[in-house]
């Protein structure tokens, strides 16, 4: 038997080639497993956070007796869910019961594959990427309105209702303050209109925030594009369906909402993605795109330069990048918590006119203030 030599080096190329590959693909696991893990610390600050400043607010202790300052509480809630019977409903649909928390979920994990903690802290740096993360998040409340049919409740299916219509309303407004800043980097970038149909328009998330780094703290967008700020703002809110917008699980009408059927895992999956989205859209990208991500400096005293972070490379350049977009995230998490705590719950019919009546025309506004004054500076 005559074996030929170069059918034997053409085999060992392709086993090589092939175990690279599987390495190659365990090594893009580990910045995925990172990201799961940080989120979930998040998750678990938020909170704590919440409760201790709720407590505050309303001059209680708050959390004392799970760790230290009451920190591991959320940690024993979290595993008192877990251990909780799943109970399932007898004339619901049973399949679309369970797949809603999932979803839900799902949707708003995958947004944060665009979102940016330092200049190479991206898992997927799209041209597309903003637009990206409003199109993933509005798979969430179908997930809900799953959920409500699903679990056969005429509470539940109110809720998921609510909870499609308040996408819908307020989805619109945030998508056109967006499509501001895109406008506005594009056309400054290569002095000529860019329509919002062109696939030329980029909204990647790591060139918006180049694009502010360039006069310091002066050129984040939250003093060019102060209306959309406010108006995103909001948006976000109501998108996390946090008080005074969390009409879809409304107490004193609705039990629960959508949640009123659920128990164990499935609850604690609607919780998780509350939290994990309310850390997506009122925080991280407010940092993102209104107040410059990972940048932070003055204008005549550049910080990176004064304390020589960028001859800091590797790991220590990438926490301080990741601490400064933190730092500006958790600020706005404190908003969002005090004003949950702080305003009263609006009616359905207050909800849908603030979104449909004046952020609707006022982000409308804006996006033809932008664009024509870009226009007039060319």
């Known amino acids: 038997m005559i074996i030929d030599t170069t059918e034997v080096q053409t085999i060992n190329s392709f086993s090589t080639s092939g175990f690279f590959k599987e390495v ?134 109110s809720g998921g209702l609510r909870a499609a219509a308040q996408s819908i309303s307020y989805e619109i407004p945030l998508t056109l303050c967006v499509l501001s800043i895109s406008l506005r980097l594009e056309i400054g970038r290569n002095d000529q209109v860019v329509l919002p149909y062109d696939s030329d328009l980029d909204s990647s998330t790591v060139d918006i925030v180049e694009a502010q780094s360039k006069y310091g703290f002066w050129g984040w967008n939250l003093w060019r594009q102060p209306i959309g700020f406010l108006v995103f703002l909001i948006s976000s809110l109501a998108e996390c369906e946090r008080l005074p917008f969390d009409l879809p699980e409304a107490e004193e009408e609705l039990v629960a909402g959508y949640q009123t059927e659920y128990s164990g895992i499935k609850y604690a999956l609607f919780y998780l993605a509350s939290y994990l989205n309310l850390l997506v859209s009122s925080s991280l990208f407010v940092t993102v795109l209104y107040l410059g991500g990972w940048n932070f400096s003055i204008p005549y005293i550049p910080i990176p330069e004064l304390f020589r972070i960028n001859q800091m490379a590797g790991i220590f350049g990438m926490t301080i990048d990741i601490f400064i977009t933190l730092a500006k995230a958790y600020l706005f998490l404190f908003i969002s918590i005090t004003t949950r705590w702080t305003l009263p719950r609006m009616r359905i019919d207050q909800l849908l006119n603030l979104g449909w009546k004046f952020l609707l025309p006022i982000s409308l506004g804006n996006l033809l203030l932008t664009t024509s004054s870009q226009l007039v500076s060319l």
Request: charged residues 15%; proline residues 5%; neutral net charge.
């Open 24 to 157: 190659y693909g365990l090594i893009w696991i580990i910045p995925i497993l990172t990201l799961i893990l940080e989120i979930t610390i998040g998750v678990l600050v938020i909170v704590w956070l919440e409760r201790e400043i709720s407590a505050a607010i309303q001059q209680r202790i708050g959390p004392e007796y799970a760790g230290p300052l009451g920190i591991l509480q959320a940690i024993a809630d979290g595993t008192k869910l877990l251990l909780k019977e799943d109970l399932l409903p007898s004339r619901g649909d049973i399949r679309l019961f369970s797949v809603g928390p999932s979803i839900a979920v799902i949707s708003v994990l995958l947004s944060y594959l665009v979102i940016p903690f330092g200049y190479r802290l991206v898992l997927a740096d799209l041209g597309i990427g903003v637009f990206l993360w409003i199109a993933i998040s509005s798979i969430a409340p179908i997930g809900l309105l799953m959920s409500g049919y699903g679990s056969n409740n005429k509470y539940s299916f």
